[in-house]
């Protein structure tokens, strides 16, 4: 039992890889429906940093909306993200990690010898690495202090995530793209790449 707690965190710290940074993707635009109020609220990152969504006003924000039964899904997406917009001054990003399917075991481990942060962080470094060489492979600058930028929050109880209102997390990631006032305007799944550029494309279009 105590062998598979450090598995399981390790099955967390990959899906975690693939949804940082910058990107995952989705085919199907699925409608906030009357959520048009501002999705504000706080929490704390898996580095004790303080997250506020109200920081991200004036940005174009994305939150991946991810669990670790959906690991590796979206490597490629944060790469073509990070590729396409590079340092953009008016994006956001942020990652929530839904883990109310079995939230005992994960605050287990977590208690016991903070190993679902420290998987996370891993992950995170990792990211950030894999990243800049993406970058750099594409003739694309560097992107300055990137791993102090991105922002994973842990969802025990599914608190957080519900207020996105996504796919169901253990069978897809959702990208939900919020407004420069902090309003949901549309959550994405990793299959619907085209839709998410496109919606980004026409929002940072616009006038602030």
């Known amino acids: 039992m105590n062998a598979a707690r450090p598995l399981a965190a390790h099955?967390?710290?990959w899906l975690l890889l693939a949804a940082l940074a910058l990107g995952a993707l989705p085919a199907h635009a699925q409608d906030p429906g009357q959520a048009v109020a501002p999705l504000d609220w706080r929490a704390e990152d898996v580095n004790g940093r303080a997250v506020d969504t109200k920081s991200f006003?004036?940005?174009?924000?994305?939150?991946?909306?991810?669990?670790p039964a959906t690991k590796g899904k979206a490597r490629a997406l944060t790469e073509q993200l990070a590729v396409r917009y590079g340092d953009h001054a008016?994006?956001?990003?942020?990652?929530?990690?839904?883990l109310s399917e079995a939230p005992l075991t994960w605050r287990g481990a977590e208690t016991i010898s903070g190993t679902v942060s420290a998987r996370v962080r891993e992950a995170q470094a990792w990211t950030v690495?894999?990243?800049q060489k993406t970058l750099a492979q594409h003739h694309k600058p560097?992107?300055?202090?990137?791993?102090?930028?991105?922002?994973?929050?842990?969802?025990?109880?599914?608190?957080?995530?519900?207020?996105y209102r996504p796919w169901d997390t253990a069978r897809t990631i959702t990208v939900a793209l919020i407004d420069k006032e902090g309003r949901p305007l549309a959550n994405y799944r990793v299959d619907q790449r085209d839709e998410l550029f496109a919606a980004i494309d026409d929002q940072l279009e616009k006038a602030p």
């Open 90 to 98: 008016g994006l956001g990003q942020l990652t929530i990690v839904d």
């Open 11 to 13: 099955r967390l710290a």
């Open 57 to 67: 006003r004036g940005k174009l924000l994305l939150v991946f909306i991810n669990a």
């Open 142 to 163: 560097p992107i300055e202090g990137l791993e102090a930028r991105l922002h994973v929050v842990l969802d025990w109880d599914g608190e957080l995530v519900t207020r």
């Open 129 to 131: 690495e894999n990243l």
